[in-house]
C-alpha cells in the first residue's frame, strides 16, 4: 500500500515537468513564427486590414499550437505509409510534406489571417522543426526520462522495465565501414581524417587487416563474418544453371536464399542470434531487431521488417528536415565534384550522371543517420550484440576512386559518427566494447573498357566470332581506344589479342563449313551464346544453353578461339576453367597452364600475393563457379586493376588493396590469431569475443545516467569523444 501511495506524487511530478515543456516549446515556436512572419514577406499573420499586436501574438499562438500538434500526430502516419514508396522517394519528400502541414496548420486560424506562399511554407516549417527540436532537447537535458523516451523513440524501442539485477557484461557493438581497407584507414589516422579512431588506437584498441575470399565484396564477406560460411558464393553476381537464376548478393531475393543456405549448411541462426541486431545489413546474421537488412525486406511485423528503421527515425519531423536537408546539399556537393572532375580532365574517371547524385546522397546521409540511431537505440535498450553497415565510403569510392578529396570528407564524416556512437554508450544502461571492421578494400584503375576500348562481354563475343560492335571492329582494324589508359604496348597488345580471335573465328569457322558442319557451328553458336557477368574486376562466362560446368576442352571445340583470346590479353591476369584432363587449369599469357591441384604462390598467380593459390583452388570447389572466371591484370608497382564495370575504385577479385580489409579491437578482447584469412574465420573471431563478454544475462532497465546529456543527432553535429575511447 505504500508503495501505491507513493506512486501518485511522482506521476504528477513527471506530468508537470512535460507540461511545463510542452508550453516552453509552444511559446518558443510562437515566438519563432512571429520573426519569420517580419522577415518573409509571402508569410503573413494577420489580415489585410492590419490587427493589432494581441490578435497577431494569438494568431500565431495558434498556428504553432496547431503545427506542433499535427506533427506530433499526422506525421508519423504520412512516414509510415510511406514506407510502401523507396526510400529514396521519402527523403525527397520531406520538405513537401512537412510545408503542407504547415499549410493546414494555418488554415486553423481564424478569419485566414495565417497565409504563405507553397515555397516559404517548406521553409517555416524547416525552421519551426528546427526550432522545436532544438527547444526540446535544451529542456531535456536534465530529465532523465523525457531524454530515454526521446533517444528510443528514435529507433523504436519498447522494453519492458524490470529492476536491476547483477552487474551487467559487456556489449558488442560491431560497425562496418564498407570498403575501407587497411592502408586507407591507416593514412586516413595518419593525415588527421578520422581523430576518433585515431583515439582508440593511441589507447584502448588494436588494429591488424586480414585476407578476403578469392570474391572480394561485400556478399561474399558479410555472409561469411554474420552467418560463418560464404560456401558457394563465387562473385557478386553469378548464374546458376541447375535454376536458371542469376543471383545478385543485393537483390532481397538473391539475400533471403543466400541467408538461407549459409544457415542450412551451418546449422546456426549467425552471430547476432542471442539478443542481437542487425542495422544496414545485407543479412540478418540470426538478429530478431532488424532495421535496413536486405534480406528482410518483405519480412512483415511493424518491429521487424527492414524499413521500419526509416520509419523510427524519419517519425520525428525535426530529424526528417534535419537529414532531407543534408541529403540536399550532397546532392549538390556531388554535382560540383563531378563538374569540377570533368573541367580538370582528371583521369580515370566515370560518369557520375543520371541519378547517381541521389544515390549517393542516400547512402551517404539518410542510410547513415538512420543505421546511427538505430545503433545509439540498441545501446541504450542494452541489446547484447549490434552490428551495423556504413556504406558511405564504398559507395563514393567506386565513382571517386578510393584515395581523394571526395573520399577524404566521407572518412571525416564517418569518424564523427563513431565518435557520436563512442559518446551514447557512456549513457547505456550497460558497459559496450565498440568493434570496427570492413568487409574489403578499393583498388584503383581505370575501366577495363576505358583502357582498352572494348567491354568483356565485347572481348568475349569476338572469341566466339559472334557480332561485335562497330567500334570493335574498327579496332579490329588497326584503330586504337577512344580512351586508354593501358600504354601504347599494352594497346597494340590487346589490338593484336582482338584481330587474333576475329580471323581465327572467321577462318576456322570456314574450314569447318568446308567440312559440312559450317550449319552446324552457327547453330551450335546461337544456341550456346555466353553470358557474361561483372564484379569488380573480376568477370564470370557461362554457357546458359550447357547444363553442366564446360570443360576447357568443350570450349575449345565450340570457341576455338576464345579462351586464347581472352588469356593473351593484357588487361586479363588469369582464367580459372575446369579441364577434362587436369581437372582444373589456370590459364595466362604466355601460353602459361597449371592445373589447379599444383597451383603455388609463386607461380602465375605470385603477382596477386600470399594465398591466392589457396582462394582459386578453394572457389573452383564451388558448384556455381562459373564456366570460365577472369581475373583482371593487376599492377603491384600502382596497385592497379581493370574493373569490367564502370567503376575507378573497385572490388570483388584479387588484386591489391581490395582484398585487405582491417579489423580494429579493444585491448581487453583477446587477441585474434595472426593472419586471419576469409571472413568465415572472422566470424570464429567475433563469436569467442562474444563468448567471452558472456555473464548473467538479465533484462535491463534502460535509464541514461543522471549527468548531463545531450542528444546525439544529427551525426553531421561535431562530439565529444568517448572517454573510455
Keep these: 500500500m505504500g508503495e501505491r501511495r507513493g506512486q501518485p506524487p511522482g506521476r504528477w511530478r513527471s506530468a508537470g515537468r512535460a507540461a511545463i515543456r510542452v508550453i516552453t516549446v509552444w511559446a518558443v515556436s510562437t515566438l519563432t513564427l512571429l520573426v519569420l512572419a517580419g522577415l518573409l514577406p509571402d508569410f503573413q499573420l494577420q489580415s489585410r486590414d492590419g490587427d493589432s499586436l494581441t490578435t497577431i501574438a494569438f494568431t500565431a499562438a495558434l498556428g504553432a499550437g496547431a503545427f506542433g500538434l499535427l506533427s506530433a500526430l499526422v506525421w508519423p502516419l504520412i512516414v509510415r505509409a510511406l514506407l510502401l514508396v523507396p526510400a529514396l522517394v521519402l527523403g525527397l519528400l520531406v520538405f513537401f510534406l512537412n510545408g503542407s502541414l504547415l499549410l493546414v496548420a494555418l488554415w486553423f486560424t481564424p478569419d485566414g489571417r495565417g497565409s504563405a506562399a507553397p515555397e516559404t511554407a517548406v521553409l517555416v516549417a524547416a525552421v519551426m522543426s528546427a526550432v522545436a527540436s532544438a ?355 599494352a594497346r597494340d597488345a590487346a589490338r593484336d589479342a582482338l584481330r587474333g580471335a576475329l580471323h581465327r573465328s572467321v577462318d576456322e569457322t570456314a574450314e569447318q563449313g568446308r567440312e559440312g558442319a559450317e550449319a552446324a557451328a552457327v547453330a551450335a553458336a546461337r544456341a550456346h551464346e555466353p553470358l557474361v557477368l561483372a564484379s569488380g574486376n573480376l568477370g564470370l562466362i557461362s554457357f546458359p544453353g550447357v547444363p553442366h ?74 558448384p556455381h563457379v562459373a564456366d570460365i572466371m577472369v581475373n583482371s591484370m593487376y599492377d603491384p608497382a600502382t596497385g592497379t586493376v581493370h574493373a569490367f564495370e564502370e567503376q575507378i575504385g573497385s572490388h570483388g577479385g584479387l588484386g591489391g588493396e581490395q582484398g585487405r580489409p582491417f579489423l580494429l579491437w579493444p585491448r581487453d578482447l583477446a587477441e585474434p590469431p595472426a593472419g586471419i584469412v576469409g571472413a568465415e574465420q572472422v566470424h570464429r573471431v567475433l563469436r569467442e569475443w562474444l563468448r567471452q563478454n558472456e555473464g548473467p544475462q538479465v533484462p535491463l532497465e534502460i535509464s541514461p545516467s543522471g549527468r548531463d546529456a545531450e542528444a546525439f543527432l544529427p551525426v553531421d553535429d561535431p562530439a565529444v569523444q568517448d572517454k573510455r575511447g
Design 549 to 622: 560446368r564446360m570443360t576447357r576442352e568443350e570450349i575449345d571445340r565450340l570457341h576455338p578461339a576464345l579462351l586464347r583470346t581472352l588469356a593473351h590479353h593484357p588487361g586479363i591476369g588469369f582464367l580459372l576453367v575446369a579441364s577434362e584432363e587436369h581437372g582444373s587449369v589456370v590459364l595466362a599469357r604466355d601460353g602459361v597452364e597449371v592445373p589447379v591441384a599444383e597451383l603455388a604462390d609463386d607461380g602465375p598467380l605470385a603477382v596477386f600475393g600470399p594465398g591466392a593459390a589457396d582462394a582459386v583452388r578453394r572457389t573452383d570447389g564451388f
Design 135 to 489: 527547444t526540446s532537447t535544451a529542456l531535456a537535458v536534465r530529465d532523465d526520462e523525457a531524454y530515454r523516451r526521446r533517444l528510443y523513440r528514435l529507433a523504436d524501442r519498447r522494453r519492458p522495465r524490470v529492476a536491476r539485477g547483477p552487474e551487467p557484461a559487456p556489449g558488442t557493438v560491431f560497425l562496418q565501414l564498407d570498403g575501407v581497407g587497411h592502408r586507407v584507414l591507416r593514412d586516413a589516422v595518419d593525415d588527421g581524417l578520422m581523430p576518433t579512431v585515431a583515439d582508440w588506437l593511441a589507447t584502448t584498441h588494436r588494429l591488424t587487416d586480414w585476407r578476403t575470399d578469392w570474391s572480394s565484396q561485400t556478399g561474399a564477406s558479410q555472409l561469411g563474418i554474420l552467418h560463418g560460411s560464404n560456401e558457394d558464393v563465387p562473385a557478386f553476381r553469378w548464374y546458376e544453371k541447375d535454376t536458371g537464376r542469376l543471383m545478385v548478393s543485393n537483390r532481397p531475393a538473391s539475400a533471403v536464399e543466400l541467408q538461407r543456405r549459409a544457415v542450412e549448411r551451418t546449422g546456426d541462426g549467425g552471430l547476432l542470434t542471442f539478443d542481437g541486431a542487425s542495422r544496414g545489413n545485407l543479412f540478418s546474421g540470426g538478429a530478431d531487431q532488424l532495421a535496413l537488412v536486405l534480406s528482410m525486406a518483405a519480412r512483415r511485423g511493424r518491429r521487424n521488417r527492414s524499413r521500419s528503421g526509416y520509419f523510427a527515425y524519419f517519425s520525428d519531423p525535426a530529424n526528417a528536415v534535419r537529414t532531407a536537408g543534408s541529403f540536399v546539399t550532397e546532392t549538390l556537393r556531388e554535382m560540383a565534384q563531378s563538374t569540377r572532375a570533368r573541367l580538370r580532365r582528371e583521369t580515370p574517371r566515370v560518369s557520375r550522371g543520371g541519378l547517381y547524385p541521389l544515390v549517393r546522397a542516400f547512402a551517404t546521409v539518410i542510410e547513415r543517420d538512420v543505421v546511427v540511431a538505430a545503433v545509439m537505440g540498441d545501446m541504450l535498450a542494452g541489446r547484447t550484440a549490434v552490428y551495423a553497415d556504413l556504406v558511405a565510403y564504398d559507395e563514393v569510392a567506386h565513382h571517386s576512386g578510393p584515395n581523394g578529396h571526395d573520399t577524404d570528407q566521407v572518412l571525416r564524416r564517418l569518424d564523427r559518427s563513431l565518435a557520436l556512437i563512442a559518446q551514447v554508450a557512456e549513457h547505456a544502461p550497460r558497459p559496450y566494447r565498440i568493434v570496427l571492421l570492413s568487409d574489403h578494400g578499393q583498388s584503383p584503375g581505370e575501366t577495363f573498357e576505358g583502357a582498352y576500348g572494348l567491354s568483356l562481354r565485347d572481348l568475349v563475343r569476338a572469341g566466339c566470332g559472334l557480332p561485335v560492335p562497330r567500334r570493335v571492329r574498327r579496332i579490329r582494324r588497326g584503330h586504337a581506344p577512344t580512351e586508354s589508359g593501358g600504354g601504347s604496348e
